[in-house]
């Protein structure tokens, strides 16, 4: 089949006054792992129901394989749902949960029976069947709603927040079982989710959301280098921005001056006020001996935070009044500089990304 | 309008809409009927339907009238002040000292009495302060006193007695709700920022627990002014009330409009009342926050209690002949109601969630 | 074990609270026509006599009538606001709702008198359909509350995931919903068959020539010769509410099991 699997035209979406979803037209093929990501009351849990069919929309179009979802309820909609909550349904063992929707299915007992063994098989949970599902953890719930949602075998399976309840550990173990199981069913993943690195990891491509908005629409390597906007700069990971005048030239303050050729402007040629996004990775203090390879300036450094593989230096640089951070890898035979320390510090103007204002 | 609503607005009101017709139906529409009628008159079987204010003027100024009217806000004020005395400290009790587990027992045991038949266990105490009754009879017996005492059957104690029994798990519920709310770490805090257990109560402990205070005295006040049983079984002619003679005038004089009327002064009489006691507490903590609280606070708050309780005491008791009785009920519900109104417009919500 | 003078408060604060309902069983049990210590013996009498009294069998047939006719009638309204109340967002929530829960805080004698004027006024008959009617205006609240507290307990995207599991919003409803409020709509029907059973003021005000158990009740307490009668009938009310409430917070706590919720203990 040709085309996208699902596009959205100028979706609209009302609340009474309150305007949800401004215009969102984007694509998103089959097989690919999307993300709608953005922070809360930005819109993309919103999005994500009204693709469900959860949320009636105000205007625009969806459009699923070609055909218009418009007043098709969903549970008549080729896309099944990982709630935040995961709605395990507290009254049913883990078998009649992932069997529930196979009730219309003209399935055999016996075939039921293999499917939900292989739907449980498929997320690790192949003892657990006899469970209530009131005594699972959260982790194994959130297996039994990925089961549950998988073995109707839909287009699109949409994820809302599904790794928000769980820990540290647990929610970066999941993340690589889900890219896991997203190659293997090889169906669209459509998750929605207000942490960005998260999003990073595992997305093929982001749609970053602000007020109702979609603000960058980009693989995560575009989004993270290429951010379109300061906002989303912000967003995605951390970013120092220095204070700039363009014009014949860039005068940025602590940096000093630098050609308008090689830095990236992603609003278009700036002049006047802007400000110079610079990610903490492209800075780095200089030990002795070794010298830059594009510019060098020096700082005081401020403040230390020590995070065992990584150093985040916070530096003060003459003319400025923020310090900037900057993150190094902690190697053998390279100290921890301390607070108080002058250091030489090297950037480069590839690395800088230019907005106006 | 409809399609103004969204779908969760319509589908809601369809739904509530059964329960919300019954009630109509067979309250509001009832309620209206018996205001209506406060402003008819009967005429031995006849009802004259031309609007009079006659009942009212009746029914604020005869003095049996009035007196009923004030003997069962007297009642149900005592009633509400005991029970939610008695009440605080159990619900205290099962809050903070009863273990989570057997919490939900220790409720169910309280609320158990509760189920059970109302008149039943009025009349059990009619019986239990009989003269010849068992707290009577075990008293003699063991020779503390010589002579039954018959100040508990009979009159207004007896009354208070027994309401207060009937209507303990109303006030025991709101109050362990709001107790239960309160985060264990605010304790800690205060114990923390060097308070002992007495201040800490007094400071952390009771204003957080007023919302459900004030839950409890709404809850047993208002049916506890209206109540008849009690009154009939356990009151004798010193603890009648208004319900009962709203009885009397509907069944026995069959006189419906009057009954009515009573009904209605007796529900705008509560309604004033409590806004007026609710909106001043609003008011008196206001007071006592802007002197900083403690004991010049506390002292501030009673002189303005004592003058606010002293000119209404005044109205009721010397006013009359001064400016008439229905003169003086006027300068009372103005002074009441108005009160109540500027402080609800110009004070904002206290921190007692009043 | 330290001395813990507010225990000893909740305990002798339980003694309060009960001590009528045990004295209840006591003179109902003895063997004397007045009720007063020292007691007489053990009887089972009074209980006898309580089958030979013809219009003691109509009082109980109609009050059971009610009660079950109350019951469901206050469950079905209760469940359609219970639902309406926890799933739906419409205008004048509060005020519809607080409303509708009135009757538990209004003075019974105030519903019991506006309805009898209604009812007089529209020429109608008070009968047991009319108790019926008045005890379904004051049950509803506790039905809601009840029935609040099973659908409130209720994730909103069960309903949600079912429906994104194929089904209806009947059959998502029907499989899902219905299963986790059972017990509570059998706490409901129990609970209000509990208190119309035992409602006084508006079977009194509203009864006409049918009386329910208790305005029979009301009128055997003015002849003391019937007390020890009353008090075997008051038994039998009073334990018939106990049990019937044991089995209704059984079926609640049942629920809430099922839901896979803590108990946060009794009703309302």
């Known amino acids: 089949m040709s085309g996208p699997l699902i596009s959205l035209r100028d979706v609209n979406k009302y609340y009474g006054e309150y305007h949800a979803l401004r215009g969102i037209t984007a694509e998103i093929g089959a097989g690919e792992f999307f993300s709608l990501l953005g922070p809360s009351g930005c819109g993309k849990t919103t999005l994500l129901r009204a693709i469900a069919g959860f949320e009636d929309i105000s205007g625009g179009t969806i459009t699923l394989s070609g055909k218009d979802m418009k007043g098709v309820p969903p549970n008549k909609r080729p896309t099944n749902m990982v709630f935040q909550s995961y709605a395990i349904f507290p009254h049913l063992s883990v078998e009649q949960n992932v069997g529930f929707g196979l009730r219309k299915s003209g399935m055999s007992p016996s075939e039921k029976t293999k499917a939900i063994g292989a739907a449980l098989e498929m997320v690790g949970l192949g003892q657990y069947g006899k469970r209530a599902a009131h005594a699972l953890s959260g982790g194994q719930r959130q297996r039994v709603a990925l089961a549950r949602a998988l073995i109707l075998k839909p287009k699109v399976l949409l994820l809302d927040e599904p790794l928000s309840a769980l820990d540290r550990k647990m929610r970066e173990d999941m993340q690589v079982e889900l890219m896991k199981l997203q190659r293997e069913v090889g169906i669209t993943f459509i998750l929605v989710t207000h942490d960005q690195e998260e999003a990073l990891v595992m997305s093929d491509r982001i749609a970053v959301m602000f007020e109702g908005e979609i603000a960058q629409l980009a693989d995560p390597e575009v989004l993270y280098r290429k951010p379109a906007t300061k906002r989303v700069a912000d967003f995605i990971g951390v970013m120092n921005f220095l204070p700039a005048r363009a014009g014949d030239g860039l005068e940025v303050a602590g940096l000093g001056r630098v050609d308008m050729e090689g830095v990236y402007c992603p609003q278009g040629d700036v002049s006047g006020a802007c400000s110079v996004g610079l990610r903490p990775e492209t800075l780095s203090l200089l030990y002795d001996g070794e010298t830059a390879r594009a510019r060098e300036t020096e700082g005081v450094i401020d403040e230390v935070v020590y995070y065992g593989d990584m150093t985040y230096y916070d530096v003060r640089l003459e003319g400025l009044e923020e310090p900037v951070r900057l993150s190094m890898r902690n190697m053998v035979g390279r100290d921890v500089m301390t607070v108080g320390q002058t250091a030489r510090v090297a950037w480069d103007p590839r690395a800088m990304v230019v907005f106006p204002g | 309008m409809a399609q103004g609503l969204s779908r969760d607005a319509r589908l809601g009101l369809i739904t509530v809409s059964p329960a919300l017709v019954f009630a109509v139906l067979l309250l509001a529409v009832p309620l209206f009927t018996i205001v209506l009628f406060s402003f008819w008159t009967q005429n031995f079987l006849e009802i004259d339907r031309t609007f009079t204010l006659a009942n009212y003027a009746e029914a604020l100024t005869d003095p049996l009238y009035r007196a009923l009217m004030m003997r069962s806000l007297r009642i149900a004020a005592s009633v509400t002040a005991v029970t939610v005395v008695l009440a605080f400290p159990i619900a205290y009790y099962i809050s903070f000292h009863v273990r989570p587990e057997k919490k939900a027992l220790w409720l169910f045991l309280i609320t158990i009495p509760f189920w059970t038949s109302y008149l039943i266990r009025i009349f059990l105490w009619r019986v239990i ?224 969630g009043i | 074990m330290r001395f813990r003078p507010l225990g000893v408060f909740a305990v002798f604060y339980l003694a309060f609270l009960y001590a009528p309902i045990l004295l209840l069983p006591i003179f109902a049990f003895n063997d004397g026509t007045v009720i007063a210590f020292p007691l007489r013996g053990f009887t089972f009498g009074w209980f006898a006599q309580l089958g030979e009294i013809p219009a003691l069998h109509s009082a109980t047939l109609n009050s059971l009538i009610i009660a079950s006719s109350t019951a469901v009638l206050s469950t079905c309204l209760g469940l359609f606001a219970a639902r309406a109340a926890t799933r739906y967002r419409f205008p004048l929530k509060g005020g519809i709702m607080g409303f509708i829960m009135l009757p538990l805080v209004l003075p019974e004698v105030i519903v019991a008198i506006s309805l009898l004027v209604v009812l007089m006024q529209l020429g109608l008959n008070t009968s047991v359909f009319t108790i019926i009617l008045g005890h379904t205006l004051l049950c509803m609240p506790f039905a809601i509350a009840i029935l609040q507290g099973s659908f409130s307990g209720l994730d909103q995207s069960l309903e949600e995931a079912a429906m994104d599991l194929g089904e209806t919003r009947s059959g998502a409803f029907r499989l899902v919903i219905l299963p986790l409020v059972v017990p509570g709509i059998i706490a409901s029907l129990l609970i209000c068959f509990i208190i119309s059973l035992d409602e006084f003021i508006i079977a009194f005000f509203l009864s006409g020539n049918e009386p329910t158990l208790p305005v029979y009740l009301w009128g055997l307490m003015r002849f003391p010769a019937q007390l020890p009668v009353v008090m075997a009938l008051g038994t039998v009310l009073v334990g018939l509410s106990i049990v019937l409430l044991l089995v209704a917070n059984w079926f609640r706590k049942r629920g809430l099991r099922k839901a896979g919720q803590e108990d946060t203990g009794g009703f309302l």
């Open chain 2, 129 to 352: 302060l009989a003269y010849d009754g068992p707290v009577n009879g075990t008293l003699v017996e063991l020779g503390i006193i010589d002579e039954p005492l018959s100040f508990i059957l009979y009159n207004a104690n007896s009354v208070i007695i027994t309401l207060a029994h009937a209507f303990a798990p109303f006030a025991i519920l709101p109050i362990f709700v709001s107790l239960e709310k309160i985060d264990r770490s605010f304790l800690e805090a205060a114990k923390d920022l060097g308070e002992g257990t007495a201040m800490t109560f007094l400071r952390v402990t009771l204003p957080l627990a007023m919302p459900g205070v004030l839950a409890a005295v709404l809850i047993v006040f208002i049916p506890t002014v209206g109540d008849y049983v009690t009154p009939r079984l356990v009151g004798g002619s010193g603890g009648t009330m208004i319900a009962n003679m709203i009885y009397v005038q509907i069944f026995d004089l069959s006189n419906r409009p009057m009954g009515a009327t009573l009904a209605v002064v007796a529900m705008a009489t509560v309604t004033i009342t409590l806004a007026w006691a609710i909106l001043h507490v609003r008011f008196w903590v206001y007071l006592s926050d802007r002197v900083g609280g403690g004991l010049p606070g506390l002292a501030l708050v009673g002189v303005a209690a004592a003058i606010d309780i002293g000119v209404l005491w005044w109205l009721w008791h010397y006013g009359p002949a001064l400016f008439g009785s229905a003169g003086s009920l006027g300068i009372m519900a103005a002074i009441m109601g108005g009160g109540a109104i500027l402080i609800a417009l110009l004070l904002p919500k206290g921190r007692w």
